[in-house]
């Protein structure tokens, strides 16, 4: 018999030139053996520059797209991206809890790598109450981490990523990976938080230059290692690796930044020298 690959439900807007947002999701998921499910959350205008604009797309259109193959594939796990607006955000929360046997992994975009805002903080504020207490994961970057937990009287500079995590776990989440490319680290350290309180961190040789669609690979690759199966740790390992390569790999194809190249295998020479150690 036939065996099929893992579907993955992925939520996102779409990017034309290919280097994140949906493109970004369904080229990864292809890339290690899913199948990707794609559900367009939003249209932007963008480049490898930045992001001149973003429609999100009506709630209902969003929960059709969703409910409509909910009824027809099995999906063995939900992955959300840039979702555009409150109300996509609250049909994702309502889709979610009508099948709670179905992971959610959440990448909460806030903005793209030149600083284009991607969401505002009633945004924000429904992501934590909504969504979070619902995720199996969440895959913030170190800045993004600060921007969800910041209180009104306080400095970024004045909130560590240990206690990030630990208002993270107040917020319910089991788990969450925060990821380091925007501390000052010699190598990046990726740290995974667990709601016991337990982090285990990840080092990667910091790689030169800036990429577009990193996060997006990153947390598209975990959410289809975990549908194959694989644990979370082992599968936040992976993926890891997996997006190193890419980003090792990635080309230029305009004037802005590097695109992930997820498809690097095709020409790999087993090169992996000195891409990772865990401690």
């Not at 996102?12 to 367009?40: E, F, K, R």
């Not at 959410?223 to 990635?250: D, P």
Request: glycine letters at 8%; charged letters at 20%.
């Amino acid at each position: 018999m036939q065996k099929l690959p893992p579907k993955v439900m992925t939520f996102s807007a779409t990017d034309p030139s290919g280097g994140a947002g949906l493109q970004a999701d369904v080229l990864t998921l292809a890339s290690i053996g899913c199948h990707p499910l794609s559900v367009t959350t939003g249209i932007t205008v963008q480049d490898t520059i930045g992001v001149d604009s973003l429609m999100a797309l009506g709630s209902e259109w969003v929960n059709d797209q969703a409910r409509s193959i909910l009824e027809d594939i099995d999906v063995a796990i939900f992955k959300c991206g840039v979702l555009g607006s409150v109300e996509n955000i609250t049909v994702l929360a309502e889709i979610v809890a009508d099948y709670p046997d179905i992971p959610l992994i959440i990448d909460p975009i806030l903005s793209s790598g030149r600083g284009d805002e991607l969401a505002n903080a009633e945004m924000l504020l429904a992501m934590t109450e909504l969504l979070f207490p619902q995720s199996l994961l969440i895959t913030p970057n170190s800045f993004e981490a600060r921007r969800l937990v910041i209180k009104d009287d306080e400095e970024f500079s004045d909130i560590s990523v240990d206690e990030c995590a630990n208002r993270f776990r107040l917020m319910g989440c089991k788990n969450a990976l925060i990821t380091g490319t925007h501390e000052k680290t010699d190598s990046v350290i990726n740290t995974l938080y667990d709601l016991l309180g337990q982090s285990t961190p990840f080092y990667w040789d910091r790689l030169p230059g800036n990429y577009h669609g990193s996060g997006c690979t990153l947390t598209s690759a975990i959410a289809g290692y975990y549908a194959q199966g694989l644990s979370l740790e082992v599968a936040i390992e992976e993926a890891q690796q997996f997006t190193w390569q890419t980003l090792k790999n990635a080309f230029k194809p305009g004037m802005g930044q590097s695109i992930p190249d997820r498809f690097f295998w095709v020409n790999d020479e087993g090169d992996d020298d000195g891409r990772y150690n865990h401690n």
